[in-house]
């Protein structure tokens, strides 16, 4: 299963950038894919029948069973007292799946427990083969309770891949979970040639306050915003995606209470072309000087 190109556009739009919290929506980024084809599973079916159709040998789309189970158990539909026995379950299938799609939302399932419990499986699916297995992985993991004690070598390690949108959510995963040892690898990923991750691990530093990233957050801040009657664009960015980085740095700066950017922040607001991150900077600067 090849990872849709959209897929780190989406990333870049998504509050997963300002906020550092990864939402469960991207877990399911296949979902418009597949909308049609999940009306072939009943509503009436239980999680319990899912999880047999996971295992079953002749169902031909456990792939979908997981995609629905993962679904229902978003909606908290499944009480916790089952979570052991879905953990042992959905682990064992993901272990015997040669399927990527099943083994992805498998992970995405478990996932969406977040229970520590799950936690081994997880860690099991940073190694998958399968580059989307991965990243369901990855976003499980960031949308963790805060505290988990996990073992964070394997997603450190994956800042080293060769898959930009990989090494952008595990940067975010590791800033969501404010991990100590991550800030030097995350460091690192200021001088990457995908502007992507440059900006990710830039925005992912302000939670750690490391005023290494001040450069790549200026670069962001004053970046100008394209001329609509020129239709003049920035390579790879467009007149949206530059308003949201800019407002999830803004958001960022100000949840972490930090103001070692207030003059550029007053520049923005007194200089920024469009009203609503003017206005949001205007609005930063207030909190940030009290």
């Given at each position: ?8 556009k989406k990333l870049l739009e998504n509050p997963f950038v300002g906020s550092l919290v990864v939402p469960i929506a991207i877990v399911l980024f296949g979902s418009l894919i597949i909308f049609g ?231 923005v607001a007194n200089k920024d072309s469009n009203n609503s991150v003017a206005t949001k900077a205007k609005e930063v600067l207030n909190l940030l000087k009290k």
């Amino acid at each position: 299963m090849s990872t849709p190109p959209q897929t780190q556009k989406k990333l870049l739009e998504n509050p997963f950038v300002g906020s550092l919290v990864v939402p469960i929506a991207i877990v399911l980024f296949g979902s418009l894919i597949i909308f049609g084809i999940t009306k072939m599973l009943s509503s009436e079916r239980s999680y319990k029948d899912l999880v047999e159709e996971i295992h079953s040998k002749t169902f031909g789309n456990k792939w979908v069973a997981a995609y629905e189970l993962s679904k229902q158990i978003n909606s908290s539909q499944i009480p916790r007292e089952d979570y052991p026995w879905l953990v042992t379950n959905l682990t064992d299938a993901y272990k015997n799946s040669i399927d990527p799609r099943t083994r992805g939302f498998i992970i995405a399932a478990l996932g969406a427990l977040k229970t520590d419990i799950a936690l081994p499986s997880l860690q099991l699916a940073l190694i998958d083969a399968d580059l989307d297995v991965k990243f369901h992985a990855i976003v499980s993991i960031a949308n963790m309770p805060k505290g988990i004690k996990f073992d964070w070598s394997k997603l450190i390690e994956l800042l080293n891949s060769d898959k930009p949108i990989l090494k952008q959510a595990a940067i975010l995963a590791l800033a969501t979970h404010m991990v100590s040892e991550a800030q030097v690898p995350i460091r690192t990923q200021l001088s990457d040639s995908n502007f992507i991750v440059k900006y990710a691990a830039a925005t992912a530093l302000i939670g750690y306050k490391d005023e290494s990233a001040t450069p790549a957050l200026k670069e962001i801040l004053l970046m100008p915003n394209p001329d609509a009657k020129a239709r003049i664009l920035p390579p790879a960015l467009d007149a949206q995606q530059i308003t949201d980085l800019k407002l999830s740095v803004l958001s960022t700066l100000q949840k972490h209470d930090w103001k070692v950017l207030n003059e550029i922040i007053l520049e923005v607001a007194n200089k920024d072309s469009n009203n609503s991150v003017a206005t949001k900077a205007k609005e930063v600067l207030n909190l940030l000087k009290k």
